[in-house]
């Protein structure tokens, strides 16, 4: 009990220490999305291409932008949690059927 409450412990303040060391460390660091990079590196390139299509929605600031991804992300991590948890009871409850 002891040594699981420890692993979990770690594992939290190495998974705070991953998000938080960047930060800390690159302060005046410009952290841009990948679209907005493409597109500065398509006008530069090419500057008279006219994109295919416009978003139907544009998020009013960059930071409901990042809730967004964010809800996505984690969205797509508890479907793809409870696919791995479902398959692995489904896996030992098939084996412990059998003698």
């Not at 998020?59 to 809730?67: A, C, D, K, N, T």
């Amino acid at each position: 009990m002891k040594r699981s409450i420890l692993k979990n412990l770690l594992l939290a303040a190495l998974v705070i220490a991953l998000a938080a060391v960047p930060l800390m460390t690159l302060k005046h660091a410009e952290f841009s999305g990948s679209d907005g990079q493409a597109e500065e590196a398509i006008s530069e390139l090419y500057p008279g291409y006219k994109p295919w299509f416009a978003p139907f929605w544009e998020p009013p600031g960059g930071e409901i932008e990042s809730l967004l991804f964010a809800l996505q992300a984690a969205l797509g991590a508890g479907v793809l949690g409870y696919g791995l948890g479902f398959l692995r009871g489904k896996h030992e409850s098939a084996g412990a059927g059998q003698p």
